[in-house]
C-alpha cells in the first residue's frame, strides 16, 4: 500500500527527493513518516508529517536539511533531502499511522524501502 522511490547513488552535497505513494488506504487521516536503516544500525526516525501538513517533526541529524510534506490529492508524501551527507547512506522507507509517533514499531504501515547512497 505505500511505495517508496526516488532514492540512487548521489554526490555528497546533492539534493534527491523521495516519493511515497499511497493505494488502498485513507492517505488523509494518516501520519506520514520516514525512516531510515543504515548497514549494521538500527531503523532510526527521521521525519514525520500530521494529516494538514500543519505540523513536521524531525531528527536532529537532518533537521534543517531535510523537508518532509504531502499532498493528500496524490496520496503522496514526500521527503526532500538536501547537502547530503556520507552518514545519510541508508534504506529509507516511508510509513503511514493514524497517529503522530517516531517509534517505527508504532506504524501501520509501511513500504518497501529505497536506497539512498551518498559517495564521498
Known amino acids: 500500500q505505500l511505495q517508496a522511490s526516488g532514492g540512487g547513488l548521489v554526490q555528497a552535497g546533492g539534493s534527491p527527493r523521495l516519493s511515497c505513494a499511497a493505494s488502498r488506504l485513507m492517505f488523509s487521516r494518516y501520519f506520514m513518516g520516514w525512516f531510515r536503516q543504515a548497514p549494521g544500525k538500527e531503523r532510526e526516525f527521521v521525519a514525520a508529517?500530521?494529516?494538514?501538513?500543519?505540523?513536521?517533526y524531525y531528527a536532529d541529524s537532518v533537521k534543517g536539511r531535510f523537508t518532509i510534506s504531502r499532498d493528500n490529492a496524490k496520496n503522496t508524501a514526500y521527503l526532500q533531502m538536501n547537502s547530503l551527507k556520507p552518514e545519510d547512506t541508508a534504506v529509507y522507507y516511508c510509513?503511514?499511522?493514524?497517529?503522530?509517533?517516531?517509534?517505527?514499531?508504532?506504524?501501520?504501515?509501511w513500504g518497501q524501502g529505497t536506497q539512498v547512497t551518498v559517495s564521498s
Open positions: 508529517i500530521n494529516w494538514r501538513s500543519s505540523s513536521t
Open positions: 510509513a503511514a499511522n493514524p497517529t503522530y509517533s517516531v517509534i517505527g514499531d508504532e506504524y501501520d504501515y
